[in-house]
């Protein structure tokens, strides 16, 4: 489940209304078995009625995401001994910032 944020940023000159969803990327390997481990973080910028999809820089194991809240499970750690808490508090700076 994809969690869609919209913001509006005030550029001086008129509003530009934008969402953001993160979500994790849907992989298959060569047995055609879903990847669950070490899956990148994606996130989906939509604006002006255009999406732009980026990595959002993390990588994570599927079973550490919480799906409905799109955002890393509390009380996890990540490759690089990152916390959730480091995650998480990136991701809610890319949703928000402007």
Known sequence: MQTKNRHTLET??????RSVSFFLEKRKDTARSLIIS?????MAVSFNS????LNAGYRIDVVKWNEEKSRVKANTTHVGGLTATDINTKLNTLENDH
């Open 50 to 53: 255009q999406r732009l999809m």
């Open 12 to 17: 001086g000159i008129f509003e530009l209304k």
């Open 38 to 42: 070490n899956v990148p973080i994606r």
